[in-house]
């Protein structure tokens, strides 16, 4: 049974950082490319960070380049995404998800697997 888990959201005040991890189970992790969604209330879900099978290549969404990192660890079946200078903007519910097959990693209907999402609430 495949599993992604999400851990790490919390509050965190304007300017804070967070680090979310996601522990995959389930499945080899070194066949997927990985990524990470967000969706606010009232809001589509959107592309955060996606990172190829061995973190070589990772690409952002425009609204957290420069201040959100992708990793992962294939080893312990970890992806994580650190998370510095928050913003208010960025209070949403934060989706770990698996691209096992040949789609755009930026392409939410792409990926195949996702966990329950972790609660990241930024205040001003």
Known sequence: ???LVESGGGLVQAGGSLRLSCEVSGFNIDHARMGWFRQAPGKEREFVAGVDW???YSTYGDSVKGRF???????KSLVDLQMNSLKPEDTAVYYCAALTGYGHIMSES???????GTQVTVSS
């Open 54 to 56: 061995t973190g070589s």
């Open 69 to 75: 990192t992708i990793t992962r660890d294939n080893a």
């Open 1 to 3: 049974q495949v599993q």
């Open 110 to 116: 792409a990926y195949d697997y996702w966990g329950q």
